[in-house]
Every structure is written in structure tokens, then in C-alpha cells.
């Protein structure tokens, strides 16, 4: 049983595939198991939205882990096209949220004035300003401009990772399922996938919702379903990420819209349902009056794997140090992908001594 691998992947949606890249742009020899196909998971039904003031307003550790990993991002993406040699559709102009009702718009206007005062541009303005900005839009009764955010095409990003990922030397095993993941004696990990058994110093669990099944002690994960849509945009031009109380919608460069998302807790069934489609449908049609002569191009469902306290896990897992887990990213695994790549190469290749590390450790 040979050791021709510094570290073994179990999973390859976008926190594997983030991890394989920076640990092989380390110099570390990558190979990454997939039971599906690469990016088949919670991946490939992700819209790509970058929030973090919005996804993360309400709890102090994701606002922390979410912003320093927006912060990340420029260079993120810069270097995945380099070392892929491919483009990223990437946008960071901003999220417009929308309040249609007076709590709502008495909340964004509050959580403006605090992003102002933490140092971030936050811009409450009325409803006929906001639709000026946004002639798609229904008028709302206000709406919160945060220019920071943005959005990205997961696809793209995914396939830039796989890429670089592979032109500094990782391998990708699809339909192979990764078992008996178990840490030996010598400090290093075996694992099965058919009937081969194979070592590494490190693996690294970044299964998503199955990450808990898969090794030992591995940390509770919840499977969230999201179902998202993706529209064929004739209305007029939208600039910005549109986020409503019961949708959001992400306008790609080509005319497409994602719409989104619903937030269910199904068990493991990722399929999409008639009544969610349906009250995303709904929701989009009372946000753009224009969204009926949309063309329906696709629906798409994935499960968010979710912690107790909304934090992912990226640690050793407890008493077995060769096992790391990265999972428990929930609505952010595109957002976190930056920060929890560089985090999972430092404690596969060194200390594991980021200060964000105590926010996602597994005991904490
Ligand atoms: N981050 C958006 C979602 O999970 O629906």
C-alpha cells in the first residue's frame, strides 16, 4: 500500500475543489474522491451570491469568516483564471435589497446605519429612487444598497478550480465512493474506495451534507434544500443582485436570471418540488412585473449542509489529527471557498495557527 498522495479529498463540490487547488498550488499531490460526479452536490444549484452583510448580518462569526473571505476574492478569482487559463463571469456591483413592508424597511434602514458606522458603504434610499435604479423592479417602499457584494458564475468557478486544480498536478476520481476512512497507528489515514486501500498523512472530509457519514467523528451537518431557477431575461436591463423577503435574483451577463432560493429541511430528497418552483415563481412575478414573459430555462436543488449554529466546521476532528473536516458552510460554501481553501491547506501543510480556526473548530 503506497503513499503517493499528500492528501486525499473526499468530495469535489466547491469546498473540495477549492481546498485541491490552493494544497496543489502549495505542492502538496492531490487526489480528490467524488461519489458523483464533480460538483453535482449543493454546488451545482448555488447562485454564486457574495453577501455577506446580508447572509451573515445576524451572528458575529460567519460575518467575521464571510467578510474576510469577500475580502479574498479579487485575488481568488484572478488566480483561478491564471492558473486555469480560463475567464470567470465575477460582478461585485452590489446588492439592492428591497422592503415592501414597513417592518422591513424599518430593519434595512437600521442595518444601513450600522454597516455605515463599522466603516462599510451602505445606502438606504426610497422606492422611487431604488426603481430608478432598477427599472425592472416593482416600487418598494425603500431599499438597502450594499456596492461591496456581489455575484459569480459557480459553474464557471468550478470548472477554473477542477482546472487549475489539475494543472498543478491534482487527480479527480468521479464515481468512486470513499469508505472505511480510518486513522492508523503511524498518524497517517487509510481509505477505501472499491477495492483498493489507499494512505495519506491528511484527508480531508468536504462532503457536504454526507460529511458526517462519511469519517469518523465527524461533525452534525443538516441537509437545507435549496431550489433555485434560472429564467431567460427579455425586461429591462438588471444591474444589480435584487434580494426581495421571499426571493433573491442574480442577473448574469447574458441575459439569464437565477431566482432563488427556497429553504427546506427534506431529509436527503434533492429533488424539486411543484410548490417550490411555484412560490419562487410567484415571488420573482411580484418583484419584476416583466417575469411572466421570462422563458422557463431550468430548476435546479441541492442540499445545504448546515450546523447547529450556522458556522461551518473546517478543524482536525477530535483526536484524529490526519482528519479534517470543511463542511457546514449552509448558504455560503461560494463565499467561504477563499478563506476555508487557505484554511484547510494550513492545517493539511502547517500549524492550523489562523485565529479563524477557533471559530471553526469542530469542539468549539
Ligand atoms: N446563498 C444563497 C442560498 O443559499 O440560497
Given at each position: 500500500?503506497?503513499?503517493?498522495?499528500?492528501?486525499?479529498?473526499?468530495?469535489?463540490?466547491?469546498?473540495?475543489?477549492?481546498?485541491?487547488?490552493?494544497?496543489?498550488?502549495?505542492?502538496?499531490?492531490?487526489?480528490?474522491?467524488?461519489?458523483?460526479?464533480?460538483?453535482?452536490?449543493?454546488?451545482?444549484?448555488?447562485?454564486?451570491?457574495?453577501?455577506?452583510?446580508?447572509?451573515?448580518?445576524?451572528?458575529?462569526?460567519?460575518?467575521?469568516?464571510t467578510?474576510?473571505?469577500?475580502?479574498?476574492?479579487?485575488?481568488?478569482?484572478?488566480g483561478?483564471?491564471?492558473?486555469?487559463?480560463?475567464?470567470?463571469?465575477?460582478?461585485?456591483?452590489?446588492?439592492?435589497?428591497?422592503?415592501?413592508?414597513?417592518?422591513?424597511?424599518?430593519?434595512?434602514?437600521?442595518?444601513?446605519?450600522?454597516?455605515?458606522?463599522?466603516?462599510?458603504?451602505?445606502?438606504?434610499?426610497?422606492?422611487?429612487?431604488a426603481?430608478?435604479?432598477?427599472?425592472?423592479?416593482?416600487?418598494?417602499?425603500?431599499?438597502?444598497?450594499?456596492?461591496?457584494?456581489?455575484?459569480?458564475?459557480?459553474?464557471?468557478?468550478?470548472?477554473?478550480?477542477?482546472?487549475?486544480?489539475?494543472?498543478?498536478?491534482?487527480?479527480?476520481?468521479?464515481?468512486?465512493?470513499?469508505?472505511?476512512?480510518?486513522?492508523?497507528?503511524?498518524?497517517?489515514?487509510?481509505l477505501?474506495?472499491?477495492?483498493?486501500?489507499?494512505?495519506?498523512?491528511?484527508?480531508v472530509?468536504?462532503?457536504?451534507?454526507?460529511?458526517?457519514?462519511?469519517?469518523?467523528?465527524g461533525?452534525?451537518?443538516?441537509?437545507?434544500?435549496?431550489?433555485?431557477?434560472?429564467?431567460?431575461?427579455?425586461?429591462?436591463?438588471?444591474?444589480?443582485?435584487?434580494?426581495?423577503?421571499?426571493?433573491y435574483?442574480?442577473?448574469?451577463?447574458?441575459?439569464?436570471?437565477?431566482?432563488g432560493?427556497?429553504?427546506?429541511?427534506?431529509?436527503?430528497?434533492?429533488?424539486?418540488?411543484?410548490a417550490?418552483?411555484?412560490?419562487?415563481?410567484?415571488?420573482?412575478?411580484?418583484?419584476?412585473?416583466?417575469?411572466?414573459?421570462?422563458t422557463?430555462?431550468a430548476?435546479?436543488?441541492?442540499?445545504?449542509?448546515?450546523?447547529?449554529?450556522?458556522?461551518?466546521?473546517?478543524?482536525?476532528?477530535?483526536?484524529?489529527?490526519?482528519?479534517?473536516?470543511?463542511?457546514?458552510?449552509?448558504?455560503?460554501?461560494?463565499?467561504?471557498?477563499?478563506?476555508?481553501?487557505a484554511?484547510?491547506?494550513?492545517?493539511?501543510?502547517?500549524?492550523?495557527?489562523?485565529?479563524?480556526?477557533?471559530?471553526?473548530a469542530?469542539?468549539?
Amino acid at each position: 500500500m503506497g503513499q503517493e498522495w499528500d492528501a486525499i479529498i473526499v468530495g469535489a463540490g466547491i469546498v473540495g475543489l477549492a481546498a485541491g487547488r490552493e494544497l496543489a498550488r502549495r505542492g502538496a499531490r492531490i487526489l480528490i474522491v467524488e461519489q458523483q460526479t464533480a460538483t453535482s452536490g449543493a454546488t451545482q444549484a448555488s447562485a454564486g451570491i457574495l453577501a455577506p452583510h446580508i447572509e451573515a448580518s445576524g451572528d458575529d462569526a460567519l460575518h467575521r469568516l464571510t467578510t474576510r473571505s469577500l475580502g479574498l476574492y479579487d485575488a481568488f478569482v484572478a488566480g483561478v483564471e491564471q492558473d486555469a487559463g480560463t475567464t470567470i463571469e465575477y460582478g461585485r456591483r452590489g446588492t439592492l435589497e428591497l422592503a415592501t413592508t414597513a417592518g422591513a424597511a424599518e430593519r434595512l434602514a437600521a442595518l444601513g446605519g450600522t454597516l455605515e458606522r463599522a466603516g462599510v458603504s451602505a445606502q438606504w434610499m426610497d422606492g422611487a429612487e431604488a426603481a430608478r435604479l432598477e427599472p425592472a423592479i416593482t416600487t418598494p417602499l425603500g431599499a438597502l444598497f450594499i456596492g461591496a457584494h456581489g455575484y459569480i458564475r459557480v459553474a464557471e468557478l468550478t470548472a477554473g478550480l477542477l482546472a487549475a486544480a489539475r494543472a498543478g498536478g491534482a487527480e479527480l476520481l468521479e464515481h468512486r465512493k470513499a469508505e472505511a476512512i480510518t486513522p492508523q497507528d503511524d498518524g497517517t489515514v487509510t481509505l477505501r474506495i472499491g477495492r483498493k486501500t489507499l494512505r495519506a498523512p491528511a484527508v480531508v472530509i468536504a462532503a457536504g451534507s454526507w460529511s458526517g457519514l462519511v469519517g469518523p467523528a465527524g461533525p452534525a451537518v443538516t441537509p437545507v434544500r435549496g431550489q433555485l431557477l434560472e429564467l431567460r431575461w427579455t425586461g429591462p436591463a438588471i444591474t444589480r443582485v435584487l434580494w426581495s423577503e421571499d426571493c433573491y435574483i442574480v442577473p448574469w451577463s447574458d441575459g439569464r436570471l437565477l431566482v432563488g432560493a427556497t429553504v427546506e429541511e427534506a431529509g436527503f430528497d434533492q429533488w424539486n418540488t411543484v410548490a417550490g418552483v411555484r412560490a419562487l415563481l410567484e415571488a420573482a412575478c411580484r418583484l419584476l412585473p416583466a417575469a411572466g414573459s421570462a422563458t422557463f430555462m431550468a430548476a435546479r436543488a441541492g442540499l445545504r449542509p448546515r450546523s447547529a449554529d450556522g458556522v461551518p466546521f473546517i478543524g482536525r476532528a477530535p483526536g484524529h489529527p490526519g482528519i479534517v473536516y470543511a463542511t457546514g458552510h449552509y448558504r455560503n460554501g461560494v463565499l467561504l471557498a477563499p478563506l476555508t481553501a487557505a484554511l484547510v491547506a494550513d492545517l493539511v501543510l502547517g500549524d492550523g495557527a489562523d485565529p479563524a480556526l477557533a471559530l471553526t473548530a469542530l469542539a468549539r
